[in-house]
């Protein structure tokens, strides 16, 4: 069941990451250690114009993350064979939900807080590689469509798909899957540390272009 406190959504930034890195880069060691993202790789993620990232709380407890940054340039050109044309695009990097708190509704609250603040910036679609696991389904319940499929990734075990999401004719505080209380808490660089309460490995949804792993 759904706790009744509200989901906090703690906007992250270059300034602040130092806040929120240790449970980012935790986020890391559900791959093997050659693709792993490290510190450096964040950072010059939030450098960027227009980057949308989250670090998620219940109360006190850090429940995930969710990390966009607009699609442009070479990594542009990757996706542009499989995506719709001429449409501003804001590509998922990271989508973590923390154990303890998977299948409860929190994916689709993150989720649909990302497509809120993409659609305020001026965002139309929303693009993903995603492992065939809950972010794809999340994606899929939102009326993402799978633009491509991609058989043992880079060599590896796991297959990925590339999803695409229209978000201009999304109402997203009707969305059934969503709960309705969430609460948007930007933090400045001053925000205390909240503490680290746990240190399960996560189920989480990563993608990187160069690395090109979701």
Not at 23 to 35: H, N, T, V
Request: net charge negative.
């Amino acid at each position: 069941m759904q706790s009744n406190e509200e989901l906090k959504f703690e906007f992250i930034t270059e300034k602040n990451f130092e806040n929120f890195k240790q449970y980012i880069l935790r986020s890391e060691l559900i791959f093997p250690e050659y693709i792993r993202s490290d510190e450096e790789d964040y950072i010059e993620m939030l450098k960027q114009a227009n980057t949308i990232a989250f670090a998620v709380f219940l109360g006190s407890e850090y429940i995930g993350n969710i990390i966009g940054c607009e699609l442009t340039g070479e990594d542009m050109e990757i996706c542009k064979p499989y995506i719709s044309p001429g449409k501003r695009a804001l590509y998922i990097y990271n989508f973590v939900v923390e154990n303890g708190y998977r299948h409860k509704g929190y994916g689709c609250s993150i989720f649909t807080k990302l497509i809120e603040t993409a659609k305020n910036m001026g965002f139309q679609t929303i693009v993903a590689h995603c492992r065939e696991n809950e972010s794809f389904h999340i994606f899929k319940k939102f009326g993402g469509v799978q633009k491509a499929s991609f058989e043992k990734w880079e060599g590896g075990e796991e297959n990925y798909v590339l999803c695409e999401l229209d978000i201009t004719s999304i109402e997203t505080h009707a969305h059934p899957n969503a709960i309705n209380k969430i609460h948007a808490n930007n933090l400045s660089s001053e925000t205390k540390l909240m503490p680290d309460m746990h240190t399960n490995l996560i189920e989480t949804s990563h993608q990187h272009l160069e690395r090109h792993e979701f």
